[in-house]
């Protein structure tokens, strides 16, 4: 099932629903703050066609990768190769290291699902049935949307 992540704006926490076309109120778990949504059968669905946040239909997508786990994966990287040239191993070992590493990562990475993300209010949404229709960050049109508040109805641009 499709779920969707909302930002509170007001605490900046993230709320996490699944759609329901009964529910027309989120709450924030954090400061209570609530926020109107509007939730149709295509997101019951799986279907991501109209942000249930501010009802917009342009939409990015994205591996969803965890930004923590990269750090944290570089930052062991780095503590072995400390280790290993202070017990005085070869420079072939601690690069060893991280070429395990960067593996290890990339594998992850690459198993990662794709997110679709609503360039207007920034939910996200996982298990989106039609993520493949859904194209990739487009600076431009994020841009016109964030900055100019123009509304691509759906339509990405095709550059
Ligand atoms: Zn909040
Ligand atoms: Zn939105």
């Not at 099932?1 to 007001?10: A, D, I, L, R, S």
Request: some cysteine; hydrophobic content about 40%.
């Amino acid at each position: 099932m499709m779920t969707v992540q909302f930002t509170c704006k007001n605490c900046g926490s993230g709320i996490h629903v699944y759609p329901d076309v009964h529910s027309t109120l989120i709450k924030c778990d954090v400061c209570s703050h609530e926020e109107a949504v509007h939730f149709d059968q295509n997101q019951v669905d799986g279907i991501l066609k109209d942000c249930p946040g501010c009802q917009r239909k342009d939409f990015y997508s994205q591996k969803d990768f965890n930004r923590k786990l990269g750090v944290i994966i570089f930052v062991i990287a780095a503590i072995i190769s400390t280790i290993m040239l202070w017990v005085g191993l070869g420079p072939q070992w601690y690069l060893s290291t991280f070429i395990v590493l960067y593996a290890m990562d990339f594998f992850l990475f690459r198993r990662l699902n794709l997110i679709g993300i609503c360039y207007k209010c920034n939910a996200i949404f996982r298990d989106v049935k039609n993520i493949k229709e859904i194209p990739g960050f487009n600076h431009e049109m994020n841009d016109r949307i964030v900055y100019s508040d123009h509304d691509f109805h759906g339509k990405p641009l095709d550059h």
